[in-house]
């Protein structure tokens, strides 16, 4: 197979993994036919098993009573406070593009490096965006002398950060929240992969500050299709959330699906337990073959090497898809695999990459 030299990254653009499309256009390939081992994602190649839910679902408009149930489940699943408020929405990405529109025009701090949709979201609605390499000391960094010249400042964190999966403490983000503004300033912190870790999360935190946690249920239950995620924050800014989503969100058979899914605890702690043994496999296998492992998560680990653009042809010529990252050309990202087959397969790949040097 030759890789089609014309498709090359373009730096002004935002790329994601998964759409395998684009991969067999790199290949030079018509379509995406045939067996792909697709790591390009963060998302559980082991997914929640998809229980027959009525076929009268995918007729109706979904219905208060499924909305409710899911939302009392995801409630559950996540310890969200009583005095806190939570929306569903269509995947987590729809939240990162719609909070951006429920506040003026401010100063924004976003932690990374990290998920790029988060600054293309702020920059695209106007804010100020500020790209910050850890957590800075307070939110607000302008000078104030009385209230009446108070500016909102935001703070965007991905925890655990995508790709090198670090994270930031409880007891540091409380920190951080006791030197900001009280009424003025806001901690927005994106979850996405804090289902392997959810003793670290910050929900608790969005029942007495200015905090709103982002929750994505695709990536830990392996389910993305289905666009389902949630926001957990103050009640105002989630009234104001709703707004902006309309009346269905969210399809029914997703509502019915998830509502199982967030209630069996038993698939989800052995699968917490599952992954843990995947990645440690993986570790050994991306050790053996001399590449460094910069962070990660259970689900994706992140390797730096100066081979990363290289490494991602040559897997790819092996229908192996990874994710690199235009702005870092040293890293490469790859899912956790979960079957012995698929294990294989990369290794494969790994040996004929070292052997080609």
Same mark, same amino acid.
């Given at each position: ?8 990254? &373009? ?7 998964? &759409? ?33 839910? +009525? ?5 109706? $408009?979904? +219905?208060?009573? $499924? ?43 976003? #932690? ?6 988060? !600054? ?21 960094? #302008?000078?104030?002398? &009385? ?6 400042? @935001? ?12 994270? @930031? ?31 670290? =999360? ?27 995620? !949630? ?5 105002? @800014?989630?009234?104001?959330?709703? =707004? ?12 019915? @699906? ?7 605890? =038993? ?18 296998? $991306?050790?053996?073959? &001399? ?23 040559? $897997? ?26 698929? !294990? ?11 052997? =080609?040097?």
């Amino acid at each position: 197979m030759n890789i089609n030299p014309e498709k090359k990254p &373009d730096y002004r653009q935002v790329f994601h993994g998964g &759409d395998l499309s684009k991969a067999a256009e790199l290949l030079g390939e018509p379509t995406a036919e045939g067996d792909w081992l697709d790591l390009s994602t963060g998302i559980n190649l082991q997914a929640y098993p998809v229980p027959n839910i +009525d076929q009268g679902l995918w007729q109706s $408009l979904p +219905d208060q009573h $499924l909305l409710s149930k899911c939302l009392e489940q995801a409630r559950d699943y996540y310890s969200v406070p009583s005095t806190a408020a939570i929306a569903v929405v269509g995947g987590s990405q729809m939240a990162i593009q719609l909070l951006p529109h429920l506040f003026t025009r401010t100063d924004v701090t976003i #932690v990374g490096p990290t998920y790029s949709e988060h !600054f293309a979201s702020w920059n695209r609605a106007g804010h100020h965006v500020i790209r910050h390499d850890s957590l800075p000391p307070a939110i607000s960094t #302008v000078n104030r002398q &009385d209230d009446s010249e108070l500016i909102s400042s @935001i703070c965007v964190l991905v925890n655990p950060n995508n790709p090198d999966g670090r994270l @930031i403490s409880h007891p540091e983000l409380e920190n951080f929240l006791s030197n900001s503004h009280p009424q003025n300033d806001w901690l927005i912190i994106d979850e996405a992969f804090m289902d392997l870790k959810p003793e670290w =999360s910050a929900v608790d935190l969005t029942a007495e500050s200015n905090s709103i946690v982002l929750k994505s249920f695709g990536k830990f239950f392996g389910l993305a299709g289905l666009r389902l995620g !949630f926001v957990i924050g103050p009640p105002p @800014i989630i009234n104001k959330l709703l =707004s902006l989503t309309g009346p269905w969100p969210v399809n029914g058979p997703a509502l019915k @699906i998830s509502a199982i899914a967030l209630g069996d605890r =038993s698939w989800q702690d052995a699968m917490r337990k599952t992954l843990i043994n995947c990645s440690h496999l993986l570790d050994r296998l $991306l050790r053996d073959y &001399d590449l460094n492992i910069a962070g990660g998560t259970n689900l994706f680990r992140l390797i730096e090497t100066d081979r990363a653009e290289k490494l991602f042809l040559h $897997l790819l010529q092996h229908k192996i898809y990874t994710r690199r990252f235009n702005r870092f050309p040293t890293w490469l990202r790859l899912g956790v695999p979960h079957l012995a087959s698929q !294990f294989s397969r990369l290794e494969n790949g790994l040996s004929t990459f070292r052997n =080609s040097r």
